[in-house]
């Protein structure tokens, strides 16, 4: 396996800003509305890869949001709670997630250009650079 210090990987900015935090990692679709609690910010999703876990200051990696459109205000409430993820990386973005990080001010990147489920791991330390669409590993 390569050695994964000081990697940068490119990707398209979605959410301007800058943040670095602990990788909470799934390659399953989220949905906000319903599979996030937003006062407490964990995953209550039935079933869900990361049911029970919580994703407040977290880097969360996921592939693609699903659900409703409110999932974006869900994602609004996240963040005046003081329980929204650091920054989200998804491998293709979907309007929901990105309406919600924009108005959320949640640094935000997708399309990375390097398979981001083989590099990183729940609990790596990572920066998320999206004012230049780059992740630092």
């Known amino acids: 396996m390569e ?6 990987i490119k990707c398209r900015s979605i959410a ?3 943040a ?25 999703e039935k079933g ?3 049911e029970g876990k919580n994703i407040a ?7 693609h949001g699903k659900g409703s459109t409110v999932g974006s205000y869900v994602m609004l409430q996240l963040a005046k709670n003081g329980t929204a993820p650091a920054a989200i990386i998804n491998m293709s973005t979907e309007p929901i997630i990105a ?9 935000m990147v997708d399309q990375p250009e390097k398979d981001i ?12 650079d999206a004012n230049k669409g780059e992740i630092i590993v």
């Open 48 to 50: 869900h890869e990361l």
């Open 117 to 128: 489920f083989l590099l990183l791991k729940n609990g790596m330390q990572i920066t998320v």
């Open 20 to 44: 670095s935090g602990e990788v909470l990692i799934t390659k399953e679709p989220i949905s906000f509305l319903g599979g996030i609690d937003p006062k407490t910010g964990k995953v209550t």
């Open 99 to 107: 309406v919600g990080a924009i108005i959320s001010k949640i640094p």
């Open 16 to 18: 301007r800003g800058n």
């Open 57 to 63: 200051g977290k880097v969360l990696v996921f592939p």
């Open 3 to 8: 050695n994964v210090k000081n990697i940068e």
